[in-house]
């Protein structure tokens, strides 16, 4: 039963896998990478809405140079280089992966990581540990403070 259940979901799979593929055409279009184009760089004038989304003048602009540029064969890394080196790199709503930038996005990540695996670390050490408990002289010490003094 179990080996017929995983047959069906492996096929069930592989026409998910070859339905996805056959819809998704190798090359996109001209205004599909305007689009995308857009929604990667950010508005300059708003703050962390990209050119896409924008209404402002600015954004309207650079859709207009963005359609252009691709329109005269430009590549999306040129464009994407000439909007950093005009606006600098916090113009992409995705920054680079390196230099500060990995800082930036990886330092808070690994802290995160680093405290999690402190966090198991220290449960597994506390469980392994025995619990203590009091030897005769502590007892002693606390019959001790316990009877009422006479006087």
């Known amino acids: 039963m179990n080996t017929r259940i995983a047959w069906v979901v492996l096929v069930v799979l592989v026409l998910v896998v070859a339905v996805v593929a056959a819809t998704q055409s190798g090359e996109p279009s001209r205004t599909e990478r305007v689009q995308a184009l857009a929604e990667e760089i950010q508005c300059p004038e708003c703050e962390g809405v990209s050119v896409a989304q924008s209404l402002a003048p600015t ?88 009877r009422p003094e006479r006087t």
């Not at 890394?77 to 990995?102: F, K, Q, T, W």
């Not at 930036?104 to 220290?122: E, K, N, Y």
């Open 59 to 146: 954004s309207r602009a650079i859709r207009k140079d963005l359609q252009r540029r691709v329109d005269a064969g430009e590549s999306d890394e040129e464009i994407r280089a000439e909007y950093v080196d005009r606006y600098g790199e916090s113009i992409l709503l995705d920054p680079d992966g390196s230099g500060l930038g990995v800082l930036v996005w990886g330092l808070p990540v690994a802290l995160l990581i680093a405290g999690a695996g402190a966090l198991v670390f220290a449960s597994r050490r506390w469980r392994r540990e025995p619990l203590m408990h009091a030897t005769d002289a502590d007892d002693a010490l606390v019959q001790r403070t316990r």
